[in-house]
């Protein structure tokens, strides 16, 4: 469980009690540390968060640079007539 995960869910309104039953590997007193650090270390976070952000667009827009289009296409093609199969 990340603190990303929990910023979230605290940022779009959700309660330390509806985060902790959302996730159940996080105990009640867990999500309030985690919000209690966050809060404390707000702008720290937030561009931390900022930056993964920024370095996973990075790298999709890398892994999608080098790899060919048509290939991309035919591999998306394949793994959605997959799933309309039920497979």
């Known amino acids: 469980m990340t603190i990303d995960c929990v910023v979230e869910m605290f940022d779009h309104g959700a309660s330390p009690e ?7 590997a996080l105990a009640l007193a867990d999500v309030y540390a985690a919000l209690a650090y966050f809060l404390r270390n707000e702008d720290a976070i ?31 093609r394949a793994q959605r007539d997959r799933r309309e199969r039920g497979g």
């Open 18 to 24: 509806e985060i902790a039953d959302q996730y159940d």
């Open 46 to 76: 937030r561009a931390y968060l900022a930056r993964q952000m920024e370095e996973s667009e990075e790298a999709r827009n890398a892994a999608d640079a080098a790899f060919p289009g048509h290939l991309r296409e035919k591999l998306l």
